[in-house]
């Protein structure tokens, strides 16, 4: 099970801090991801984590959002800064079970489980 947490208002150019705590079973051979869904688009992908620390993160996303994990507390956190009206969108945490050495979890599908969703609304 995922829970997301910390959504909310925030003016432009502000920062927030989402978190995830993941439940249930241990999630060390699953990327923890998070991605977004904006009113009236298909969901996006913004960045994943590995057990270790390893981070992917879309294009887009780059520089503005850091995405980090605590595994003591089966815990990942999407940090934003410099936000801007077209960042919102609901934020889903997943995980995404690591099958190969080289892997790349973009998609969708590529995710098990997910979260429910915590809305994130940049105000112009």
């Known amino acids: 099970q995922l829970q997301a947490s910390g959504g909310g208002l925030v003016q432009t150019g502000g920062s927030l801090r989402l978190s995830c705590a993941a439940s249930?079973?241990?999630?060390?051979?699953?990327?923890l991801g998070w991605f977004r869904q904006a009113p009236g688009k298909e969901r996006e992908f913004v960045a994943y984590?590995?057990?270790?620390?390893?981070?992917t993160y879309a294009d887009s996303k780059k520089g503005r959002f850091s995405i980090s994990r605590d595994n003591a507390k089966n815990t990942v956190y999407l940090q934003m800064s410099s936000l801007k009206p077209e960042d919102t969108a609901v934020y889903y945490c997943?995980?995404?079970?690591?099958?190969?050495?080289?892997?790349?979890?973009?998609?969708?599908?590529?995710?098990?489980?997910w979260g429910q969703g915590t809305l994130v609304t940049v105000s112009s």
């Open positions: 997943a995980a995404g079970r690591i099958t190969s050495v080289y892997y790349d979890l973009r998609a969708v599908g590529d995710y098990e489980y």
């Open positions: 249930g079973r241990t999630f060390s051979s699953f990327v």
């Open positions: 984590i590995s057990w270790s620390g390893a981070t």
